[in-house]
């Protein structure tokens, strides 16, 4: 596991090389057995310095996740932490010089070890990126990143690599003084080396008081001053008086995780680094151990990494490499489409109803790719290389060749038969015909096709060049094979699949509109509106269901919810947020952000607010409900419609559920998800907190028998 060599000049190698793994990552074997070894080299008289390295193509990835997600224990982690630190406090101490010679990715754990060297040189390799990504899982970096950072670089400029998990080039992290040296790829370990050697040979000089010199870290050094200043000067104080009033903001609280990174900085600096690092293993345990910090692992680590590795692709497909597909409807979401796959070195024909349409949507390419040459993100061949893939057509011949047409004409199911008849007319046999549907069954959609086992749903989300997600929906006719060819189109332009089953608003939409329709019920009940759109961003959401319902438009829940009504006919049930919506518009004329009102007024020239107007025709209600009240309604409304849809099968996998939330409109990662939100509260309480809600204000709260069953059996969503 750790390469252990000495060479003629008595340097000690420690060589990361985790078997079976492409990265090296910490563990409790990994870290043992680099214990051993350095101990072994520490203790050696024949060793003068240690370079630290790896074997792989990048240093070390961080943490094991895995591990971590396991951990429930606080007592024997904190244990284990502790020995890590005071391995690393002997290694900075002993006074024999340590170097870390980094190859490529040092991430996390990874920098926190390099760190803890004397000396860090990094190749060039473009590709290796430097920094704390913990955050971005709920966790800190709990193996001295808190405490060596900002003694190393300042409070200020380490907390913004803290609190964002920004991960940084080589170039860059040598300006902030991370690093000491970047050489040419190749060289790093004989940088290194050298350096060691160096070292060694100064501290071989012994000095005015007769004893061999020691290689030191700054801070273990006589009047070491925190740089930039301590926590209790004008600076410190400022910075974390504006750095908590800025979280706060961003996070309404809800994440533990950058609140104890300040802590332990504001905390640590205070104080000498061996109680520092005592500090940061405390707050590390309890964030280890919080339920944040397993959601966002679970779905947006796990969840996410199996989706984009197709982990449920039917099998026994061969990939499928795309050169040429087509786009149908070139407006707002076919351009979308069009400059992702374009993007993606796929040449894509772009057809709409005029020249002049078709033009428009390349046109839309255009302006991105200006835009990013100007920021200097793009090369102008580059650009220009993308933008020459896109052919703009009113001609369907132009289909012929095409491994794929995604169809996004105006959502009118005439329409879709009509042009869907004319592709298949010029498409090979084997093509891929897709629909963006947002609302109509793919099944019914598929009627128009000859060939309905190619014919499948692929739901991308707007704007469409930038939302990471697509909802891939299976007709009932859709075989195995288009699917698997379709996840390899969603893969191949860098996007993230779920796969779910054909049903009215599929899953995103459907479960979505729970979180809209309930605010809007709220309203209906006399609620105060500013306290039912702060309660939606206090929750986490990024915006209020109100504001919402203004972004997608209210004259969509509108048709949407009277569509569903002339489909079901007997069967529908009627709700609040239908009698809302149906005032709104046809009453009040009041659509939403794109005609300037809805339950907002968008002035042009200031920032929108609630309409005034709304206490005439939804009066407040004297009594109104706290606020943990509202924020309870408007996440277990769509906790209990996903495990609906869970039950119905169309969404067949947890983790698709969930990574679908957070990708698909933004449903806070700290919950975990619909299903990580039920996971979390144990299904005993969600179905009891249901039941209880179902009955104050209706059935659509009430959890399902089958939910009961799962509840009787004993089992959950994860495992626990
Ligand atoms: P849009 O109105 O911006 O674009 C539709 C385009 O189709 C127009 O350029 C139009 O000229 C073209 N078109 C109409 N009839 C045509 C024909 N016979 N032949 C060729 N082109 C024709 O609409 P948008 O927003 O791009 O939506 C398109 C589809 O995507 C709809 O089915 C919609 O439900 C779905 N969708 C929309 C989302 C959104 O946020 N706007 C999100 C996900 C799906």
Known sequence: ??????????????????????????????????????????????????????????????????????????????????????????????????????????????????????????????????????????????????????????????????????????????????????????????AARAWVLEAAAKNAVAGRDGKPGKTLQPWDQKGFKVPGGGVMTPAGMQTFMAGNAMLREKTQGNYPAPKHILSCVFEGMQTDIDTGLKIEARYFVNLVRSAEAKNMIRSLFFGMQEANKLANRPQDVP????????????????????????????????????????????????????????????????????????????????????????????????????????????????????????????????????????????????????????????????SPETLARSMDFVKAIGKTPIVVNDSRGFYTSRVFGTYVSEGMALLQEGVLPSLIDNAGRIAGMPVGPLALADEVSIDLVHKIARQTKADLGDKYIERAADKVAALMVEKLGRLGKKCGHGFYEYPEDAKKHLWPGLAEHFPVKAQQPGLEEVIERLILIQSVETARCMEENVVLRPQDADVGAILGWGYPPFRGGPIGQIHTMGLRKFVAACDRLAEQHGERFRPSQWLNEKLARGEHFYPV
């Open 319 to 478: 990939t499928q490499k795309y050169a040429k597909i087509g786009m149908l409807g070139a407006g707002m979401m076919g351009a979308g489409i069009a400059h992702s796959a374009a993007s993606a070195g796929i040449e894509v024909v772009l057809l709409d109803g005029t020249q002049e349409g078709a033009e428009k949507g390349k046109a839309w390419s255009r302006s991105l790719l200006e835009k990013n040459v100007a920021r200097g993100r793009m090369k102008p061949e580059a650009a220009a290389a993308v933008l020459s893939r896109i052919k703009p057509t009113t001609d369907y011949k132009d289909f012929a060749g095409c491994e794929l047409i995604i169809e996004a004409v105006f959502e009118d199911r005439a329409l879709k038969a009509e042009v869907t008849q004319k592709t298949e007319a010029v498409l090979a046999p084997n093509a891929i015909f897709a629909s963006n549907t947002s609302t109509l069954p793919i099944t019914g959609l598929a009627e128009a096709s000859a060939r309905p086992a190619n014919f499948i749903g692929l739901h991308f989300f707007s704007p469409a060049d930038r939302m990471p997600l697509v909802e891939i929906i299976m007709g009932k006719k859709t």
């Open 1 to 190: 596991m750790i390469n252990y060599s000495i060479d003629s000049d008595g340097i000690a190698t420690l060589e990361w090389d985790l078997p079976g793994r492409s990265q090296n990552v910490l563990n409790d074997q990994s870290m043992a057995a680099f214990a051993e070894a350095a101990q072994k080299a520490l203790a050696d008289n024949a060793v003068s310095g240690i370079v630290v390295a790896s074997a792989k193509a990048d240093f070390i990835a961080g943490g094991d996740l895995e591990m971590l997600l396991r951990v429930t224990d606080a007592e024997p982690f904190f244990a284990g932490i502790m020995n890590w630190h005071r391995l690393l406090r002997a290694m900075e101490a002993t006074g024999k010089p340590v170097a870390a010679a980094l190859n490529g990715n040092t991430l996390g754990g990874g920098l926190e070890l390099a760190l803890a060297c004397h000396y860090r040189v990094a190749s060039d390799n473009p590709k290796a990126r430097f920094g704390f990504p913990e955050v971005t899982l709920g966790l800190l970096p709990g193996a001295g990143g808190t405490q060596r950072t900002p003694r190393l670089i300042g409070i200020q400029p380490s907390l913004l690599l803290l609190t964002e998990g920004k991960r940084i080039k080589a170039a860059e992290a040598q300006k902030l003084g991370l690093l000491h040296a970047v050489v040419p790829a190749g060289s790093e370990r004989e």
